[in-house]
């Protein structure tokens, strides 16, 4: 098993920044991803980013070039930049090992105008 524990979240101007955080404990194998991934209210969970244990990045194209994401061993990272409102929603850290998902709790993201 996995544990994963995220922070960060919060409100925020658009125009503004965000770094969250999700450490991740337990059963690690070597080889795995996190990343995180969202969900809007209506909207179905979707991509944000993503990082092997091998440093590969992978993001969605919303999102490039505003954020970015780092891990340190086994807590990964998202530096959220020049926010938008449509940004806003429940970020949720995702650690894949070994073809099993573990996922965080959530932490709400909100960005006004």
């Known amino acids: 098993q996995v544990q994963l524990v995220e922070s960060g979240g919060g409100l925020v101007q658009a125009g503004g920044s965000l770094r969250l955080s999700c450490a991740a404990s337990?059963?690690?194998?070597?080889?795995?991803?996190m990343g995180w991934h969202r969900q809007a209210p209506g909207k179905q969970r979707e991509l944000v980013a993503s990082?092997?244990?091998?440093?590969n990045t992978n993001y969605a194209d919303s999102v490039k070039g505003r954020f970015i994401i780092s891990r340190d061993k086994n807590t990964v990272y998202l530096q959220m930049n020049s926010l938008k409102p449509e940004d806003t929603a429940v970020y949720y850290c995702?650690?894949?090992?070994?073809?099993?998902?573990?996922w965080g709790q959530g932490t709400q993201v909100t960005v006004s105008l």
């Open positions: 990082i092997t244990s091998g440093g």
């Open positions: 995702l650690h894949r090992q070994s073809w099993r998902n573990y």
């Open positions: 337990g059963s690690i194998f070597s080889t795995n991803t």
